[in-house]
């Protein structure tokens, strides 16, 4: 069984590396990080048909910058583009929003370290010992999210760079709430949601 899950885990996850390509080629950005400080998030929803891709870097030229994109998969394009910068003067009531503190805030959820989901479902459940047929053997049970929504994250720190792929993190997060890696992933979106609207 276990087999089938990591085989059907592998083809989702190349399935969206290449929709991740044909997303940044309609969208005319490169598929390497080109900023030194810069995230990407491609947020799938795996029964609907768009992808949301966030985007968040530092062009030196023109400070920090946050754009989000809808990409319909059914028709290959962009339906929807916002894009915000961070002023650095108050604008009557509205004092500037410090983009470095929350790139900090992103990068305090170890963003940089995480891996593939795939890679902790070892962490998933509690193996025990039971007995088939007069034979001992070792069984883990462990709850699957068949739907929901998928993250494939890239980031670019300076010449740190990581990408990873997670799933469902609140719903797995309140099954196993000590892995400190699914803590991590649900910090970063909570950052994210909080700071950025996504």
């Known amino acids: 069984m276990r087999s089938y899950l990591i085989f059907?885990?592998?083809?989702?996850?190349?399935?969206?590396?290449?929709?991740?390509?044909?997303?940044?080629?309609?969208?005319?950005?490169?598929?390497?990080?080109?900023?030194?400080?810069?995230?990407?998030?491609?947020?799938?929803?795996?029964?609907?048909?768009?992808?949301?891709?966030?985007?968040?870097?530092?062009d030196k030229a023109d400070g920090w910058i946050v754009q989000k994109f809808w990409y319909q998969k059914d028709f290959k394009s962009v339906t929807k583009i916002d894009q915000s910068s961070f002023p650095k003067e108050s604008s009557g009531k509205l004092k500037p929003v410090n983009a470095d503190l929350i790139w900090l805030k992103i990068l305090i959820?170890?963003?940089?370290?995480?891996?593939?989901?795939?890679?902790?479902?070892?962490?998933?459940?509690?193996?025990?010992?039971?007995?088939?047929?007069?034979?001992?053997?070792?069984?883990?049970?462990?709850?699957?999210?068949?739907?929901?929504?998928?993250?494939?994250?890239?980031?670019?720190?300076?010449?740190?760079?990581?990408?990873?792929?997670?799933?469902?993190?609140?719903?797995?997060l309140k099954d196993y709430p000590t892995v400190d890696e699914l803590i991590s992933y649900n910090e970063l979106l909570s950052v994210l949601k909080k700071e950025l609207d996504f």
């Open 8 to 58: 059907f885990f592998f083809i989702i996850l190349k399935c969206f590396g290449q929709e991740v390509s044909e997303i940044n080629k309609v969208l005319e950005i490169p598929d390497n990080l080109e900023y030194q400080q810069e995230i990407r998030i491609y947020e799938d929803y795996s029964i609907g048909n768009r992808i949301v891709l966030f985007r968040m870097f530092n």
């Open 109 to 172: 959820t170890n963003v940089e370290f995480l891996p593939n989901m795939e890679d902790i479902r070892y962490k998933f459940g509690k193996p025990e010992i039971t007995s088939y047929k007069g034979e001992f053997e070792i069984k883990t049970r462990k709850k699957i999210a068949l739907d929901g929504i998928g993250y494939k994250v890239y980031i670019r720190n300076g010449k740190s760079k990581n990408s990873f792929f997670f799933d469902n993190p609140e719903i797995y």
